[in-house]
């Protein structure tokens, strides 16, 4: 239920950019969510289509992208992706550091938005 205010926050800013456009629908909102982020595709949508009931959103569906996990080495600096389908210590390609420091991963962001 946590992806309740997270798709009521991103409602509110698809609906500020389309009034500030003259949008008459929206039709699809494209984000970019994180690896790490426990939001789900299926909830996302499902929340997304009851709170947009009866506006100019209504309808939209939720394009999805997820983006990797993407870490740096406190040690060496390397930036790299991580894999997290194993469930090993992470550890840092270049020096083999498991010192890191996660830079993305859990981050949610509206790409763009298809109207009309």
Same mark, same amino acid.
Do not use: W
């Given at each position: 239920? *946590?992806?309740?205010? &997270?798709?009521?926050?991103? !409602? #509110? =800013? +698809?609906?500020?950019? $389309?009034?500030? *456009?003259?949008?008459?629908? +929206?039709? $699809? &909102?494209? !984000?970019? +969510? @994180?690896?790490l982020s426990d939001l789900e595709?299926k909830w996302m949508q499902q929340?997304?289509?009851?709170?947009?009931?009866?506006?100019? /959103?209504? @309808?939209?569906? %939720? &394009?999805?992208?997820?983006?990797? &996990? +993407?870490?740096?080495?406190?040690?060496? @600096? *390397?930036?790299?992706? $991580?894999?997290?389908?194993?469930?090993? #210590?992470?550890?840092?390609?270049?020096? /083999?550091?498991?010192?890191?420091?996660?830079?993305?991963?859990?981050?949610?962001? =509206?790409?763009? %938005?298809? $109207?009309?």
């Open positions: 239920m *946590h992806e309740l205010p &997270v798709i009521s926050s991103i !409602l #509110k =800013i +698809v609906l500020k950019h $389309a009034n500030d *456009h003259n949008v008459k629908q +929206v039709v $699809a &909102v494209h !984000l970019q +969510v @994180g690896e595709d929340y997304f289509d009851h709170l947009s009931k009866g506006g100019i /959103a209504e @309808g939209a569906r %939720l &394009v999805i992208e997820r983006t990797p &996990v +993407v870490m740096k080495c406190t040690d060496c @600096g *390397h930036t790299y992706v $991580a894999d997290l389908k194993n469930n090993e #210590k992470l550890k840092c390609p270049e020096c /083999a550091s498991e010192k890191n420091t996660l830079i993305s991963g859990r981050e949610y962001f =509206i790409k763009n %938005l298809e $109207a009309i």
